[in-house]
């Protein structure tokens, strides 16, 4: 019995021995533990804030990159609308000017809508669209100014009067081919320009974006597409007046003139016709038929398509002057009515042009 107690005793004096070994082990990794978990939230702390502190500081970079290039811009509009009014008075070299004034405050605000906040704001799908925006604005605005620079350069080939360009049609009774032949080539690389300032912009997704900035791009969209439809004009009219007003040859034409009080398919009944003759911007008229002198052929002139002889030989639309446009494309009814004139008169013609007493009346206007 004595040992069993002894046994026991020696026993939990051993236990009361390792318990305070235990204890400081046990508090000792309570402490370690303690100790991680502050340094993981002081961790977590530091990167919210470098997070934040980063996402503030790329909020303000993008914010002065995007009013810098608001302000470029805006320094440019005065200069831009003074060339707009001038190229409205056929002033290109004011025209011009103004524009070159201008260019530098443009390319400003590409600069600054390409600059690395700008673009690290772009990379964010759904957040970027509205930093894209600006960015496709400012180098949409940029080439609308180059091409303006080009087509006024290209104008400024025209003769001048009081400041101003005297025509772009006759001029001391010519047609200034050698100016329009001249001006295609800057016309066309204007028109370029303007097409890919035009594209720029519609490839910007407005959705999503902020409404003063999608407000300002439908601005954009509307002038840039007014530009495009000038200078595309322009180009293609340089490309073809100098061969038109004789400028590579002489060139004849026939003037069919038609009356729409009894219509007729490309604009009414034909009523006379009139030889134009156009060498080296020189246009006279050497000749004319009135109705009364438009007589019957025997047969058609020229050869016709099968489908036309089916619809309109019944009609005689290939032996009398009064039915030769009874077809609405005049493509096809423009070299039958030149066959008429060879048949009549012996005289080969270059080209039709066919006129109502409307058009005639607008181009006796301008």
């Known amino acids: ?18 318990t305070p070994a235990a204890e400081r082990e046990r508090r000792h ?127 400024e080939a025209f003769p001048t009067r009081d400041g101003g360009i005297a025509s772009f049609g006759f001029v001391n009774g010519r047609i200034p081919v050698e100016a329009w032949r001249d001006a295609a080539a800057p016309l066309e690389a204007a028109d370029e320009l303007a097409r890919r300032a035009l594209a720029r912009v519609h490839a910007a997704d407005r959705s999503l974006i902020l409404p003063p900035l999608a407000r300002a791009l439908s601005r954009l969209d509307e002038d840039l597409t007014e530009l495009r439809k000038a200078t595309g004009q322009a180009a293609s009219l340089a490309t073809v007046i100098p061969a038109l007003a004789g400028g590579e040859g002489r060139k004849r034409y026939l003037l069919a003139f038609q009356n ?53 030989e019944r009609l005689r639309g290939m032996t009398i002057w009064q039915n030769v446009n009874m077809e609405p494309h005049f493509p096809v009814s423009a070299p039958l009515i030149a066959g008429f004139y060879r048949a009549t008169t012996g005289t080969e013609v270059d080209g039709v042009i066919a006129l109502d007493p409307f058009a005639l009346s607008a181009m006796l206007e301008a």
């Open 1 to 18: 019995m004595n040992g069993t107690i002894e046994a026991m005793t020696g026993h939990a004096a051993t236990s009361d021995r390792e």
């Open 260 to 312: 729409p009080a009894e219509l007729r398919a490309t604009g009414g009944l034909l009523g006379g016709v009139a030889l134009l003759d156009a060498n080296a911007g020189v246009i006279e008229i050497t000749d004319t038929l009135p109705d009364n002198d438009l007589r019957p052929l025997e047969q058609a002139p020229v050869k016709m398509p099968d489908w036309y002889v089916t619809r309109y």
């Open 29 to 155: 990794r309570s402490r370690r533990r303690r100790r991680r978990r502050t340094r993981i939230r002081a961790a977590v702390r530091a990167a919210v804030v470098a997070i934040a502190g980063g996402l503030a500081a790329l909020g303000a970079g993008f914010a002065w990159e995007t009013y810098s290039a608001y302000a470029s811009l805006q320094r440019a509009e005065p200069m831009l609308a003074s060339a707009r009014a001038a190229a409205r008075d056929a002033k290109p070299a004011d025209a011009g000017r103004a524009l070159r004034e201008a260019h530098p405050h443009v390319r400003a605000a590409v600069s600054r809508a390409s600059g690395p906040f700008t673009g690290i704001v772009a990379a964010v799908p759904v957040a970027g669209r509205s930093a894209r925006g600006v960015r496709a604005g400012a180098e949409a605005a940029e080439l609308a100014v180059r091409a303006g620079l080009g087509a006024t350069a290209a104008a």
